[in-house]
């Protein structure tokens, strides 16, 4: 471990944060001293601090333990780029535009593969100001549809689906879009039915 730079890191973030040493030493509760030390790479936390000292940081454990955050490339805005992601510990849905360090429960989450799906019939009838689709698909506690996205342009509309609900929704009337489902067991598909 290179104290120096891990030092500079944590007096870097503790000022963007608005912390004083004595705000950071009173959270973990050691004395502001063995801040200072670590700020000027002198020494580096001890190993049962860390988790906390990423909390109050706000920085990832992983890359404060390298001494450097790095930063994602700026997001472009291609929606084109929309990049899905599923904890598989609580089922939390992400989602960015651009490369994204995604992390929940503790794990990095990677980005879900959509495939091409035939096996899903999706049908969407026109309403006054929006489509009504249903989804010909189980919707057991073990087999189901967690969400439906539609991208379009520079929007993205999300549903969330549960077990034991009807496999349905409504979506704007948007032309154009494209659809996506994510099946708990099967994983994300880009519907070929369009809408």
Excluded at 97 to 110: K, Q
Aim: charged share 25%; glycine share 8%; hydrophobic share 35%.
């Amino acid at each position: 471990m290179d104290c120096i730079k891990i030092g500079r890191l944590i007096s870097s973030l503790r000022k963007e944060k608005g912390l004083t040493q004595q705000n950071v030493a009173d959270a973990l509760g050691i004395s502001n001293k063995t801040v200072s030390k670590w700020e000027t790479g002198l020494g580096c936390p001890d190993l049962s601090l860390w988790s906390d000292l990423s909390v109050i940081l706000g920085a990832d454990i992983a890359q404060l333990m390298d001494g450097e955050i790095t930063p994602n490339k700026p997001d472009n805005g291609n929606i084109s780029r929309l990049k899905f992601y599923v904890c598989p510990t609580c089922g939390n849905i992400l989602v960015s535009t651009g490369s994204a360090y995604i992390a929940c429960c503790g794990r990095r989450l990677e980005p879900l593969e959509s495939s091409n799906s035939e096996e899903i019939n999706v049908k969407a009838e026109e309403s006054d100001l929006d489509y009504y689709v249903t989804l010909d698909h189980p919707m057991t506690k073990e087999h189901y549809i967690s969400f439906a996205a539609y991208v379009k342009s520079d929007k993205v509309y999300l549903v969330r689906l549960y077990p034991e609900q009807s496999p349905s929704f409504r979506l704007p009337m948007i032309r154009g879009g494209k659809l996506y489902l994510y099946c708990v067991k099967h994983g994300l598909m880009l519907c070929k039915n369009k809408i």
